[in-house]
T-cell receptor
């Protein structure tokens, strides 16, 4: 157990809908990262937050957004969902941006 | 061409064998190198974290980084059936913007 928690574990929804994924980092970690893992693309970096501020962006779609709250938990919002958004979404956290990242168990999103 | 190349396998070895897993990369700015283990449908688990070139050993695991050849390796000694998983290499540039770039992962099966 890495200490990173993610909810929900599974989400099944329909195309066009909006969902919110939640992540609580390890105690003491200020940096939160979101990754998407699909069969064809592998693990892809989406976005990074550090102490509430956006720090780096990857190939995150405009339909996706995220934020990190004062208590350091983070949420990833996915809207206008498409079939191709079906994937595993992982959150990771680290003490500081240059330190090792620890991953949560992931949220499996299925868009029907 | 991908920034990080990793043979997806699968790699099948008998219990007790020494396993060698490798990644090559093209971005000379990568400074941090990691190996993660991922069991099916679980979050990646950090195995090794190294900075710049050199070797690092932790129990049965040894990580090697050769920046001149842009080549990293993970060796597993005395492999066990419980080592059966997908092994992902990951890399990032200097700290502050710790976006991990992952290899495709190598599936390893250790049979009794």
């Amino acid at each position: 157990d890495s200490g990173v928690t993610q909810t929900p574990k599974h989400l099944i929804t329909a195309t066009g809908q909006r969902v919110t994924l939640r992540c609580s980092p390890r105690s003491g970690d200020l940096s939160v990262y979101w990754y998407q893992q699909s069969l064809d693309q592998g693990l892809q970096f989406l976005i990074q937050y550090y102490n509430g501020e956006e720090r780096a962006k990857g190939n995150i779609l405009e339909r996706f957004s995220a934020q990190q709250f004062p208590d350091l938990h983070s949420e990833l919002n996915l809207s206008s969902l498409e079939l191709g958004d079906s994937a595993l979404y992982f959150c990771a956290s680290s003490v500081a941006p240059e330190e090792a990242q620890y991953f949560g168990p992931g949220t499996r999103l299925t868009v029907l | 061409q991908k920034e990080v190349e990793q043979d997806p396998g699968p790699l099948s070895v008998p219990e007790g064998a020494i396993v060698s897993l490798n990644c090559t990369y093209s971005n000379s700015a990568f400074q941090y190198f990691m190996w993660y283990r991922q069991y099916s449908r679980k979050g990646p688990e950090l195995l090794m974290y190294t900075y710049s070139s050199g070797n690092k050993e932790d129990g049965r695991f040894t990580a090697q980084v050769d920046k001149s050849s842009k080549y990293i390796s993970l060796f597993i000694r005395d492999s066990q059936p419980s080592d059966s998983a997908t092994y992902l290499c990951a890399m990032s540039e200097t700290g502050g913007y710790n976006k991990l770039i992952f290899g495709a992962g190598t599936r390893l099966a250790v049979h009794p």
